[in-house]
T-cell receptor
Framework: DVKVTQSSRYLVKRTGEKVFLECVQD?????MFWYRQDPGLGLRLIYF???????EKGDIPEGYSVSREKKERFSLILESASTNQTSMYLC????????????FGPGTRLTVT | SQQGEEDPQALSIQEGENATMNCSYK?????LQWYRQNSGRGLVHLIL?????REKHSGRLRVTLDTSKKSSSLLITASRAADTASYFC??????????FGGGTRLMVKP
């Protein structure tokens, strides 16, 4: 079974802190994704990566950056956390094309105070 | 922006009944996918239907797709309490991104 793991289930950070969220998948998937999920807004794509060192902006990249130095690992970085980044963050991966089914991690609930 | 919109937003049924959720979308798609999310957890892929398919089955799940109406439905037959979750449709178009709707919250009462 594909396994996607995220570094933390719950995280509390202060405004202005630099925050790293890490995601690891164990199935050699080419594509990896970061979403945020907010009530009433569904899932919104922040960034995705289709190969090592490659990244593409999603719908809401502002305030975020990403890093993919190894195929299995995709990191989301909040350079200076703000309260409006309090959210559930979900990582996903997929094989070959982004049109294939995506496998999700358990999510990280981030609270910025 | 949301491509898919689910209807209803919330649904409450008794165990053993069927649950039907609908999804409408705006642009041409390559495929449409349905996902389930248990409370506070990640999403789990349920089924994918391609734009040239009209119906697909997987266990107690039945998905239909009507590209002329830009809509899809997910039917869960003989529902169980364990089916309580949020259900999302997601569409893939040529933009290389999967776009999710806002979800339907299903509650199945024992």
């Amino acid at each position: 079974d594909v396994k996607v793991t995220q570094s933390s289930r719950y995280l509390v950070k202060r405004t202005g802190e630099k925050v790293f969220l890490e995601c690891v998948q164990d199935m050699d998937h080419e594509n990896m994704f970061w979403y945020r999920q907010d009530p009433g807004l569904g899932l919104r794509l922040i960034y995705f990566s289709y190969d090592v060192k490659m990244k593409e902006k999603g719908d809401i990249p502002e305030g975020y950056s990403v890093s993919r130095e190894k195929k299995e690992r995709f990191s989301l970085i909040l350079e200076s956390a703000s309260t409006n980044q309090t959210s559930m963050y979900l990582c996903a991966s997929s094989y070959r094309r982004a049109s294939y089914e995506q496998y999700f991690g358990p999510g990280t609930r981030l609270t910025v105070t | 922006s949301q491509q898919g919109e689910e209807d209803p937003q919330a649904l409450s049924i008794q165990e053993g009944e069927n649950a039907t959720m609908n999804c409408s979308y705006k642009t041409s798609i390559n495929n449409l996918q349905w996902y389930r999310q248990n409370s506070g957890r990640g999403l789990v892929h349920l089924i994918l239907i391609r734009s040239n398919e009209r119906e697909k089955h997987s266990g107690r799940l039945r998905v239909t797709l009507d590209t002329s109406k830009k809509s899809s439905s997910l039917l869960i037959t003989a529902s169980r309490a364990a089916d309580t979750a949020s259900y999302f449709c997601a569409t893939y178009d040529a933009g290389n991104m999967l776009t999710f709707g806002g979800g339907t919250r299903l509650m199945v009462k024992p």
